[in-house]
Nanobody, 120 residues
Framework: VQLQASGGGLVQTGGSLSISCAAS????????MGWYRQAPGGKRERVAG???????DYADSLKGRFTISRDNVKNTVYLQMNSLIPEDTAVYFC???????????????WGQGTLVTVSS
C-alpha cells in the first residue's frame, strides 16, 4: 500500500489550503483515515479523523477551521484548512487503516508528509 500526499505549500495568514492523500495498492477496504501534524521541534499531534461511514472528529483547537472529508472511490482523504495562522505550520501526515488482499486485519499505513507553511 502506498500513500501519496499532495497540496502542501506556502500560504499567508488568513489564507486557505487543501491537502489530500491517496492510497493505492492491493486494497480491499479502508476503515478510518485521518491526519496528524508535526510542527518544527514539536510533537506529532492529531488533527482530524474520519470513519468509513463519514463520522469525523477534530482536535478541539482546530474545530471550525479545518474540515476533513474522504472519497471512498478514489481512496483519498482530504483536509481543507481555512483561516490559517503561523501556528498551523507543520508537516501534515495522513494515515489510513487498510485491509489488504490475503489479510484478515486492518493495518495502519502512513504517508510521507506534506509541508504546510503559513507566513505571518
Amino acid at each position: 500500500v502506498q500513500l501519496q500526499a499532495s497540496g502542501g505549500g506556502l500560504v499567508q495568514t488568513g489564507g486557505s489550503l487543501s491537502i489530500s492523500c491517496a492510497a493505492s495498492g492491493s486494497i480491499l477496504s479502508i476503515n478510518a483515515m485521518g491526519w496528524y501534524r508535526q510542527a518544527p521541534g514539536g510533537k506529532r499531534e492529531r488533527v482530524a479523523g474520519i470513519t468509513s461511514i463519514g463520522s469525523t472528529d477534530y482536535a478541539d483547537s482546530l474545530k471550525g477551521r479545518f474540515t476533513i472529508s474522504r472519497d471512498n472511490v478514489k481512496n483519498t482523504v482530504y483536509l481543507q484548512m481555512n483561516s490559517l495562522i503561523p501556528e498551523d505550520t507543520a508537516v501534515y501526515f495522513c494515515y489510513v487503516e487498510v485491509l489488504v488482499e490475503d489479510s484478515t486485519d486492518y493495518v495502519e499505513y502512513w504517508g510521507q508528509g506534506t509541508l504546510v507553511t503559513v507566513s505571518s
